[in-house]
Structure formats: structure tokens, C-alpha cells
């Protein structure tokens, strides 16, 4: 108890002050739990890294849990999840309850065309890091291309899914890194098959709830994206947006998407919003079922793995499978930088002229987000 209650402490902290995204979530645990308290080595952190950008889900909140499931076992792992989310959540939830975004006022109206600016600065920040990243040779590309065209002709969750198989079965049939000496019997040996029978049995599941209306048919939605989500929590936006589009309406979902950016903590949290908006006549619970809907996935997933990932995210035909998924996502997330987020953005030749001079000043001078998301809401307001 006194384990769990350390880690919660240490990870609330953390989720006060942790802004900048994922990548910086990355710095603050390595600092914290690496070099200040020596919690795990360098090696051992860099696998959980690995370990992250391969499975669905939230990245550093992946990271969080599993620093807390090695600490002081699932009751860590829920003390991490819980002390990292919190601020988050309250920040996420209290925006969802103070803003009316079907009737807004003219001060809104500034904010959000303020922000929807810079969501694509963002979006498109994070499509050119993903490329460079994910899609660093012809097949790579092919696959991304071959993911855009698949969603282009029929846009939908299914879709979305089938795009993801094939980038996986192309990635596993084109693998040409060497095999090491891992055995994959032992990997199998070494699963804790409960997590990930819950996992797939919720999924299944998940597929067959289409209840809009229902507290069901929400954790069903939030459920299955949190499963898909592969290549970081920016890739969260295309696979939402096919599933919440005929329930929010796109001035909501964007606005929840980019306050999430500037919120400390994970960008999940932007479930928290579209939860309390969804459910308006119980926005608390709505709130709370679509946090632990879109987080649960990854969580069960590195239970199942706890036991041998660190042989897992060396053996070469799960980095096959993961390289082709990984390029399919950059896909999913260059139709997304188009509709909606451009689309809804820029009108004219000033909003365009603003997203580039934002986009320039982001990657010359890497200011604080915080910094960014003032500028561009007294922008909107101008």
C-alpha cells in the first residue's frame, strides 16, 4: 500500500506539469524514475520505450503503468494510471461542462477558430515526423499510399481495421531483419493469457455495440479505438473521428482534440471531453466511461506482455508486423490533416498564410505549446 501510494504521488506530480506530449512524457519519466530514484535501468526503460511505440494505445501512459505494474504490481500500475490521468481528466472534464459549443458565444467562436488553426499546425507536424519515422522506404510509402486510397474510396472504422491487417501481413511477409536468437515458444510460454483473452473477448464484443444512446455504445467506441490506436496518440484523431462523426458535431471534436494539446498529461484525455459532451444529461459518467474505455486496451496489453516483452520487441517478425502498421497509421493521419482538420480551418488565404508562419515559427524556434495555443486564441479573437 505504501508502494502504490509513492507511485500515485510521484505520477499526480508528474501529471500536473507534464506538458508537450508523449515525447516529452518520455523525458520526465526517464528523469524521474531512471535517473532520480533508479527505479529501472536505462536498457530496461528503453525496451518499455519500444515496447510502447508497437502496441496500440497511449504511449507514455503505457510507459506509467508498466513503471508502476514492475514497482508494486497492478496496484501500482492503476496508482500510476490514476496519479498521471487525474489532472488531465479534471482540467478535460471542467472545459466540457463550462463550454457550450452548439450555441457558442462570439468569445468562443474566437477561441475555437483560433485553435482550430493551430490543430493544424499540429496535425501537420505530426505527419511529417511520422513519415520521416515510419515510411522510410518504397514499401512503406506504398503501404501508406495504398491506406489513403482504401479510406478515400471507403471511409469507416472497418475500413480502417481491414488497412491495418494488410499493413500487418505485408509487414510480416517483407520483413528482412534478421533473426535473432528468440524463441518465440518461450515468448508464448511467458503470457499472461487472462489480459489478452479480456482484451480480444472485449474487442469482439466492442465491434457488435452500436448503441449511440447507451453507456454500452459509448465504452464500445472508445473501447475499439483505443485498440487501433498504433503510432501515438495524434493517430487517435482519424479513428475517432469515423466513429463519433454522426454524434458530435465537428466544432466539438475538434475542440476537445486540441484542447487536448494543452492540457499537462495524456492527450487520451481528449475521450474525457467527447464523453461528458456525448452524455450531457450525465456528463461525469459519461466522462469517466470513455477515459477508461479508450486507456483499458493498452493496459490489458501490456499485462498480457508483462512477463516477455523484452524478448517480444526483439524478435523480428513482430517488428515486421509493427513497421507495416506503423506506415498504414501515416496514412489514417494524412486524410485526417485534410478533413476535417483543414477543411474546417482554413477559409482563406490569411488562415493559410497563419498556419504557415505558425508552422515555421513551431519547428525554427520549438516554443511551448502553452505559448502557441495563446498566441493563435488571441489570433482568433483579432
Same mark, same amino acid.
Given at each position: 500500500?505504501?508502494? *502504490?501510494?509513492?507511485?500515485?504521488?510521484?505520477?499526480?506530480?508528474?501529471?500536473?506539469?507534464?506538458?508537450?506530449?508523449?515525447?516529452?512524457?518520455?523525458?520526465?519519466?526517464?528523469?524521474?524514475?531512471?535517473?532520480?530514484?533508479?527505479?529501472?535501468?536505462?536498457?530496461?526503460?528503453?525496451?518499455?520505450?519500444?515496447?510502447?511505440?508497437?502496441?496500440?494505445?497511449?504511449?507514455?501512459?503505457?510507459?506509467?503503468?508498466?513503471?508502476?505494474?514492475?514497482?508494486?504490481?497492478?496496484?501500482?500500475?492503476?496508482?500510476?494510471?490514476?496519479?498521471?490521468?487525474?489532472?488531465?481528466?479534471?482540467?478535460?472534464?471542467?472545459?466540457?461542462?463550462?463550454?457550450?459549443?452548439?450555441?457558442?458565444?462570439?468569445?468562443?467562436?474566437?477561441?475555437?477558430?483560433?485553435?482550430?488553426?493551430?490543430?493544424?499546425?499540429?496535425?501537420?507536424?505530426?505527419?511529417?515526423?511520422?513519415?520521416?519515422?515510419?515510411?522510410?522506404?518504397?514499401?512503406?510509402?506504398? #503501404?501508406?499510399?495504398?491506406?489513403?486510397?482504401?479510406?478515400?474510396?471507403?471511409?469507416?472504422?472497418?475500413?480502417?481495421?481491414?488497412?491495418?491487417? #494488410?499493413?500487418?501481413?505485408?509487414?510480416?511477409?517483407?520483413?528482412?531483419?534478421?533473426?535473432?536468437?528468440?524463441?518465440?515458444?518461450?515468448?508464448?510460454?511467458?503470457?499472461?493469457?487472462?489480459?489478452?483473452?479480456?482484451?480480444?473477448?472485449?474487442?469482439?464484443? *466492442?465491434?457488435?455495440?452500436?448503441?449511440?444512446?447507451?453507456?454500452?455504445?459509448?465504452?464500445?467506441?472508445?473501447?475499439?479505438?483505443?485498440?487501433?490506436?498504433?503510432?501515438?496518440?495524434?493517430?487517435?484523431?482519424?479513428?475517432?473521428?469515423?466513429?463519433?462523426?454522426?454524434?458530435?458535431?465537428?466544432?466539438?471534436?475538434?475542440?476537445?482534440?486540441?484542447?487536448?494539446?494543452?492540457?499537462?498529461?495524456?492527450?487520451?484525455?481528449?475521450?474525457?471531453?467527447? =464523453?461528458?459532451?456525448?452524455?450531457?444529461?450525465?456528463?461525469?459518467?459519461?466522462?469517466?466511461?470513455?477515459?477508461?474505455?479508450?486507456?483499458?486496451?493498452?493496459?490489458?496489453?501490456?499485462?498480457?506482455?508483462?512477463?516477455?516483452?523484452?524478448?517480444?520487441?526483439?524478435?523480428?517478425?513482430?517488428?515486421?508486423?509493427?513497421? =507495416?502498421?506503423?506506415?498504414?497509421?501515416?496514412?489514417?493521419?494524412?486524410?485526417?490533416?485534410?478533413?476535417?482538420?483543414?477543411?474546417?480551418?482554413?477559409?482563406?488565404?490569411?488562415?493559410?498564410?497563419?498556419?504557415?508562419?505558425?508552422?515555421?515559427?513551431?519547428?525554427?524556434?520549438?516554443?511551448?505549446?502553452?505559448?502557441?495555443? *495563446?498566441?493563435?486564441?488571441?489570433? =482568433?479573437?483579432?
Amino acid at each position: 500500500m505504501k508502494k *502504490s501510494w509513492e507511485i500515485f504521488w510521484r505520477f499526480l506530480f508528474l501529471g500536473c506539469i507534464s506538458f508537450g506530449g508523449p515525447a516529452a512524457h518520455i523525458g520526465y519519466f526517464q528523469r524521474t524514475f531512471v535517473q532520480k530514484l533508479e527505479w529501472l535501468s536505462n536498457d530496461a526503460y528503453a525496451k518499455l520505450i519500444s515496447l510502447s511505440q508497437i502496441l496500440p494505445g497511449p504511449s507514455s501512459s503505457q510507459i506509467g503503468f508498466a513503471i508502476g505494474l514492475q514497482k508494486a504490481g497492478l496496484a501500482g500500475g492503476i496508482a500510476a494510471f490514476l496519479g498521471f490521468t487525474l489532472p488531465s481528466f479534471i482540467l478535460m472534464y471542467w472545459l466540457a461542462v463550462s463550454v457550450n459549443l452548439d450555441t457558442p458565444a462570439n468569445w468562443l467562436i474566437s477561441v475555437s477558430r483560433g485553435l482550430k488553426l493551430l490543430a493544424v499546425i499540429i496535425v501537420l507536424d505530426a505527419v511529417i515526423t511520422m513519415f520521416r519515422s515510419f515510411c522510410k522506404d518504397r514499401l512503406s510509402v506504398l #503501404i501508406m499510399l495504398l491506406s489513403i486510397l482504401l479510406l478515400v474510396i471507403y471511409k469507416s472504422f472497418y475500413t480502417q481495421m481491414l488497412v491495418l491487417l #494488410i499493413s500487418m501481413l505485408i509487414g510480416l511477409a517483407n520483413n528482412q531483419i534478421p533473426a535473432k536468437s528468440v524463441n518465440i515458444s518461450q515468448i508464448l510460454k511467458k503470457l499472461s493469457w487472462l489480459p489478452l483473452l479480456l482484451f480480444t473477448s472485449i474487442f469482439l464484443i *466492442s465491434l457488435g455495440l452500436n448503441q449511440y444512446d447507451s453507456f454500452a455504445g459509448l465504452f464500445a467506441i472508445f473501447y475499439k479505438n483505443g485498440s487501433l490506436v498504433f503510432g501515438g496518440g495524434h493517430v487517435v484523431l482519424p479513428l475517432l473521428q469515423t466513429s463519433v462523426g454522426d454524434t458530435l458535431t465537428e466544432q466539438q471534436f475538434l475542440f476537445g482534440y486540441v484542447a487536448a494539446q494543452g492540457v499537462p498529461g495524456p492527450m487520451f484525455t481528449m475521450a474525457t471531453f467527447m =464523453g461528458a459532451q456525448w452524455m450531457e444529461n450525465l456528463p461525469l459518467s459519461g466522462a469517466i466511461v470513455a477515459t477508461f474505455a479508450i486507456f483499458l486496451p493498452g493496459y490489458l496489453l501490456i499485462l498480457a506482455l508483462n512477463n516477455s516483452w523484452q524478448s517480444l520487441v526483439q524478435h523480428p517478425n513482430f517488428i515486421g508486423a509493427s513497421q =507495416g502498421i506503423n506506415a498504414a497509421v501515416v496514412g489514417f493521419l494524412v486524410l485526417a490533416l485534410y478533413d476535417p482538420v483543414i477543411i474546417s480551418a482554413v477559409h482563406n488565404y490569411i488562415d493559410l498564410g497563419l498556419v504557415v508562419i505558425g508552422f515555421l515559427g513551431l519547428k525554427l524556434f520549438k516554443p511551448p505549446i502553452l505559448l502557441l495555443i *495563446s498566441i493563435f486564441i488571441l489570433l =482568433g479573437f483579432i
